[in-house]
């Protein structure tokens, strides 16, 4: 595949839609009133070379799993994209003056709601990381031809999670991925930290196993050029650092300080009447190239996945939740060849490590860069590519924090599995231990939290977050814990279990993970006492199952303790709470951990920090004074 | 400063004291029975030589402002940074021995309830971050001789917070700053992706701006050599990039898989002789350099920290609060030196570019790379060097969660100021809304969180936390809101405000920020129909004011509408309803932002996502109803 370099008029033709995109941008943002013209400025020669010449795309069903994949990390160069992909003729170009309106789905950033967006951008430097995925998926999944582009702003080249991404790339050798880098010198308030230093930029890509090819981010013909060098690198995925400038053709603006995130104004007109002169032909129309017939993607079905054979443990058995986590994992990876898991090199701690003795090739190990580790994981299920389940230790998503909740803007329906929750992990200390993990996974909008109790629970956890979609999170824990269901049992979203219950019961005790189990030890203490309690498992902390809460609250006398292996704030008691808020005549005593934890056996740390047996005991015995 | 070999004697008496660790970190951790000694093997000349020839410390007073900085990125090592201490003298050896144990401070990884740890450590990547902040003040504040060293694990390279931190580090040419690479060969569940390729980090670390030194971790000259590069190399940070084997010198262990997290078990008798074979001394003893008398740092007082002028508003002006941040933050540095603002390149947006006008010495850009800002603020803030305040969009903190949360295990002091929350930002979009902030920094052990709702109130925030310890967060708003405090009204952490009161109250509203001035819209709305509502501005979300809250929602008939621009979860509704949740008698209807909003105008998006006065009035109709 030798390069040809285009024709005279090609050139023209891509120069001059170049032109016509910042036109576009400038119009849309005087329209909105508000946006950044500027930084789509920068862009306009590499969007028109990318949609007119490079990019395979397809108008009728843009999320084609055999087209080319286009991310703008820079999201806030939004309007440009909406001007390329109407200038393609996916629609009309007056629907750009819809840009940020209310009933508009040409958002100030891109997300799903549109179909021709896979992923969610605006919070910067998340990218390469879903452009990763995309790539990884392709090249040994798919192994189909598409291709993968990201532009990256040079500010957010700044995230240290484009550079876990990079590595990542550099590491597997995704030569189906291209990077550009718009570096425009200018960030938000100031000027980046390297400006125009491309050197710097080509020695870093480089040491990060790349293929850097310098250009001017303006000239077609260079970019043209340097495409074509990357289609035809093998075993390296290719950077194009282009050189550009904020702004660029905008007379007394381009290459300037204070132009970040702002319409032109009343500087509009005479700028947009600059770059119609730069125009030479006004009616140039330039259309995508179509998806070719060859080296298409599979068909695949990812509905309907079940375990390959139900749970099959003791009443009694002893077992990690974690570990069943594992098996259950390889059981619906059995069963569904695009069921795939990601981990940060903890998967002998997280057991994803099951499905990897099961097929080597359905593991991405991402080494320890939790924020790219998501991030592939988004990219890896867009278009409904994978099932994907993420691994590590629950307190380490906090690491990705943002990237999950851009995730939810994503419309993502990755799994993540956070291992090691809660003072029960003992000594390791509290670094390890995740105390915030439901607060922050129930924030997410649309998120289903399991909280499994026992392996067989744990199993159909597993099951259920593989055909749920949005983001599910399946907290699992490090000690072993009692079987305590029937391998038959069924269980439902939102649905709780009352696990212990008589008539006489006056409180309603809540746990989940290893505090249910130290609701029933005290339900045995008090009992003693002559003081019954129920017990309900709630299986899902998102959604609560409020109904089954009021239901059985209201027959202790609307007395409820809830008890759990994590802070105060957000967590089960919170839900619980959420839940009750409606209701007079309950009060709720909340059992939590209400400090940063330390070393310890588990036994002691659970005791030390309030949420032993002994407590709820000593909970229910002063609620009861109430 | 030209290089002398160390004499024979010291070279010998180093390798001696290297075995004396790695013996003290098998024997600790057979002790507790868990820990990393092979972790702590790979280490053991970095270690030595550190300790007892490079570090100038002071056994008596271990966080003396003038000492040499030391961080343990890689905390897991911990055992043998305990066993270096405790042959520098600064407790009894014997003490090893209660690794982990729940009555001992030698944690499985640091943390500063140990005199000597400046920070905790054990999430991976943050080291380099936090010494970069230490060097950054060592040599842009303090003007000080110390320096700060980091010893970080390969496995954790892979982190892209390490990335962020070498650029910063690179770019402010922290030239007192030496970050050791340990590069092991092994991670926690496999080799690492870069294994010995030390070629690679050197080629990294120069392109990130760093002396990038190459040697054997073994040997204790070369170290030696490679330290005093360091220490003369001038307007660069120093990478010493050690080539070392994890359980280096145990036998049938060393570089060997499946070794990590685990004491030695029956092996460890074996090794352990193995080791004392390999000493030529066994009386070795050596002590660290003591502090010099020159170059000292100078004292420092951040107690007391006062705004230069009390707020100067109208009742009834308009003012964003975010605005108000910039204000009080230049009022507090007119008084106090150690004042310094850090953010992420929107210095113009969340207006800490007013301390950077005041005085641009104490502002540090930290350019768009939050995890490092973070971490160097808290770096900023150790040994009470300096009072930091941080800022960037409030969604923005989500990318720095992790950070966040080990910096209360650090017991940091750092001020978080998070701008444009809510969906009441407007056009912009989800993806830089907050609305999941409060939900994060409430799960902060012992953080307090500040919800001013206008530029008075704001102020004294800013004031009452600069002098607060633990976290604290400052939530701004984007849109202008009306003064309604006198410039003299007092303000109390946990004290909140009845803004709006009559004997009449039927219903109890709780709003902050914009959602307050909804609520005082609606009760407007309300007492033309001759309902009147009581309503409360908390002013801090955490502590909360439970006191106030109940006294006021009695009186109210235990009707309670609680309205926030944030998500359902872990926001100040559930603040509220945790406050309540030992009360009967209460009904609370929450109204929240249910679901991922989009572009649009402020007032259109309130009201669309259930937040305006119009919701709040059907909300009190309806709570009424009950």
Redesign the interface.
């Known amino acids: 595949m030798s390069y040809h370099k285009p024709e005279a008029k090609t050139v023209q033709d891509l120069k001059d839609l170049a032109q016509k995109l910042r036109i576009h941008s400038i119009n849309a943002t005087q329209a909105?009133k508000?946006?950044h013209p500027t930084s789509c400025a920068s862009i306009a020669e590499i969007m028109s070379v990318l949609f007119f010449q490079q990019l395979r795309l397809n108008l009728k069903h843009p999320r084609d799993p055999s087209s080319d994949r286009f991310i703008l990390s820079k999201?806030h160069a939004a309007p440009i994209l909406y001007a390329a992909w109407a200038e393609a003729g996916l629609f009309p170009i007056a629907d750009l003056n819809n840009l940020?309106?209310?009933d508009?789905?040409l958002?100030?950033?891109p997300?799903p709601?549109l179909n021709f967006i896979d992923v969610?951008?605006?919070?910067?430097?998340q990218g390469v990381a879903v452009g990763a995925g995309m790539a990884y998926v392709g090249k040994n999944f798919d192994k189909a031809d598409y291709r993968t582009y990201v532009v990256v702003g040079d500010?957010?080249s700044?995230?240290?999670?484009?550079?876990?991404?990079l590595?990542f790339a550099g590491?597997y050798k995704l030569d189906n991925l291209c990077v550009i880098f718009d570096v425009n010198r200018l960030?938000?308030?100031?000027a980046?930290?390297l400006q125009h230093k491309l050197d710097?930029y080509r020695?870093?890509l480089?040491?990060?196993g790349f293929n850097a090819v310098v250009v001017d981010g303006h000239d077609v013909e260079e970019l043209s050029k340097a495409f074509h060098c990357a289609a035809i690198t093998k075993n390296k995925p290719t950077a194009i650092i282009a050189k550009t400038f904020k702004g660029r053709d905008f007379p007394n603006i381009e290459d300037l300080d204070n132009w970040h995130g702002k319409p032109l104004g009343d500087k509009a007109a005479e700028v947009v009447k600059h770059l119609e002169g730069l125009i030479v032909n006004k009616n140039v129309k330039l259309t995508p190239k179509p998806v070719p017939k060859t080296g298409a993607a599979p068909d695949v079905d990812i509905n309907n996945i079940k375990l390959s054979s139900p749970p099959a443990y003791k009443l009694g058995d002893s077992i990690a939740t974690r570990l069943a986590y594992g098996t259950a994992l390889a059981k619906i990876g059995q069963n569904n060849l695009r069921v795939v898991a990601l981990?940060g090199?903890?998967?002998?701690?997280t057991f994803s490590?099951k499905l990897k003795n099961l097929d080597p090739q359905r593991y991405i190990?991402c080494?320890?860069?939790?924020?790219?580790l998501v991030g592939v994981a988004v990219g890896a299920a867009c278009r409904r590519r994978t099932v994907a389940f993420v691994s590590t230790f629950a307190?380490?998503f906090?690491?990705a924090?943002?990237q999950i909740?851009?995730g939810?803007?994503s419309q993502t329906n990755v799994n993540f599995v956070g291992s090691h929750c809660g003072c029960s992990i003992?000594?390791?200390?509290?670094?390890?231990m995740g105390?915030?993990d439901i607060?922050?996974f129930?924030?997410?909008?649309?998120s289903t939290i399991f909280y499994p109790s026992d392996a067989v629970s744990t199993e159909r956890a597993v099951e259920l977050a593989a055909n749920t979609k949005g983001v599910c999170f399946i907290r699992t824990s490090r000690p072993n814990t009692c079987v305590i269901y029937d391998n038959e049992e069924p269980f439902t979203i939102g649905r709780g279990k009352v696990v212990r219950q008589k008539s006489s019961d006056e409180v309603l005790l809540i746990g989940a993970g290893i505090t249910l189990y130290e609701c029933l030890a005290a339900a045995d203490q008090l009992e003693k006492n002559c003081i019954t309690v129920r017990v309900i498992d709630p299986f899902t902390v998102?959604p609560l199952d409020a109904e089954l809460i009021i239901e059985h609250g209201k027959q202790c006398g609307?007395r409820v303790v809830v008890v759990e292996d994590h802070?105060?704030?957000?967590g089960l008691?919170?839900?619980v709470?959420?839940a009750l808020?409606?209701?007079?005549?309950?009060?709720?005593?909340?059992l939590y951990v209400?400090?940063?934890p330390?070393?310890?056996?588990p036994s002691?740390?659970i005791d030390?920090f309030g949420i032993s047996a002994r407590h709820v005991v000593n909970a229910v015995n002063e609620i009861l004074k109430?």
Do not use: C
């Not at 700044?158 to 991404?165: N, T």
């Not at 960030?187 to 100031?190: R, T």
């Not at 808020?581 to 909340?590: D, I, L, S, T, Y």
């Not at 330390?598 to 056996?601: A, D, E, V």
């Open positions: 909105s508000s946006g999201g940020r309106k209310i508009s789905d958002e100030g950033h997300t709601r969610g951008t605006g919070s910067l430097g500010g957010e700044a995230e240290g999670s484009i550079w876990e991404s590595h590491h960030g938000q308030s100031e980046t930290s710097v020695d870093r480089e040491a990060f981990d090199d903890t998967k002998n701690s490590d190990e080494f320890i860069a939790e924020q790219n307190t380490f906090t690491r924090f943002d909740r851009m939810a803007i003992g000594e390791d200390g509290p670094s390890q105390l915030e607060a922050m129930r924030t997410i909008p649309g998102k609307g802070y105060q704030q957000g008691g919170e839900a709470l959420s808020a409606g209701e007079r005549n309950f009060v709720v005593k909340h209400p400090t940063v330390r070393s310890g056996p002691v740390l030390m109430d």
